[in-house]
Nanobody, 115 residues
Framework: VQLQASGGGLVQAGGSLRLSCAASGLYFSINAMGWYRQAPGNQRELVAFITSGGSTNYADSGKGRFTISRDNAKKTVYLQMNSLKPEDTAVYYC??????????WGQGTLVTVSS
């Protein structure tokens, strides 16, 4: 299983980014997917989660600003991030949390939000 995340980068506060995560080797359509993040010195935290049926859940930090979506035909999950804040700076990980014990984790993509 490979989860290839992309779309991170440097953006000014108030800007937007869209992260993408392409899955391979995974029965994508039946798996819930999530985005986690880890800022320097902090623990990893859940950002957003989408079930196989398309139901979504968000951490309070991203509600109203972040949108998770999926395209089963492309085996890709997205995270649209708007109104970014410096505290959103972190490495963002794509995860298939229920596919195996501990989940499958991608390599992460760095998001840096400058003030």
């Amino acid at each position: 299983v490979q989860l290839q995340a992309s779309g991170g980068g440097l953006v000014q506060a108030g800007g937007s980014l869209r992260l993408s995560c392409a899955a391979s080797g995974l029965y994508f359509s039946i798996n819930a997917m999530g985005w986690y993040r880890q800022a320097p010195g902090n623990q990893r935290e859940l950002v957003a989660f989408i079930t196989s049926g398309g139901s979504t859940n968000y951490a309070d930090s991203g509600k109203g600003r972040f949108t998770i979506s999926r395209d089963n035909a492309k085996k890709t999950v997205y995270l649209q991030m708007n109104s970014l804040k410096p505290e959103d700076t972190a490495v963002y990980y794509c995860v298939a949390p229920r596919a195996t014990p501990g989940g499958y984790w991608g390599q992460g993509t760095l998001v840096t939000v400058s003030s």
